[in-house]
Structures are given as structure tokens and as C-alpha cells.
């Protein structure tokens, strides 16, 4: 496989993942970095760090928008449910 090739899959499965993201808004971040160690936020911040390595200017905002599909504040009013105190636990234990 061609390295081109091997970018375009990977750059479609990264899209991919992000359509999957947002078709299960339900799934909450705290979930996510209780489950796999990471979230949304944690892929802007990969976005943001990347780009910079390639001496791209995104912000974390700009980057947030990327992976939620519109501005984390609006994706936060109405998609974020308040962590439950096993979920709050589960987190600070690590």
C-alpha cells in the first residue's frame, strides 16, 4: 500500500470515527476517558498538536469545533448531562 493510499484510508477513518462520535451524542466524554482513557477534547488537543507539527495554526477552539461539529459551548448545552457520582469516581480514581 502506497503511502498516499495509506493516508487517505486513515484520514477517512478518522472521519469516519468523528460521524460515529456524533451520531451517539449520548455517550458523554466522562464515559469515554472512564472507558478508553481519552474524549473529544482529548482528539482536538491531538488535532491542535499535530497541526502545529506541521506548522498549521489551529486553535483548541477551531480544533473543538472539528470534532464536535459545532462550537463545544453549544455541544455543551445541549448534549452534556452532569456526571453521576460513579462516573465522578470511576474518573478520580485514576
Known sequence: MSTDTKTEI????FRRFLRHLDEHKDVQ???LMNLADFCRNCLSKWYVAEAEQRDQK???EQARELVY???YSEWKDK???KATPEQLAKFNAK
Open 69 to 71: 461539529g459545532m462550537p
Open 79 to 81: 448534549f452534556q448531562t
Open 58 to 60: 489551529i486553535d483548541y
Open 10 to 13: 486513515e484520514a477517512a477513518v
Open 29 to 31: 466524554n466522562i464515559e
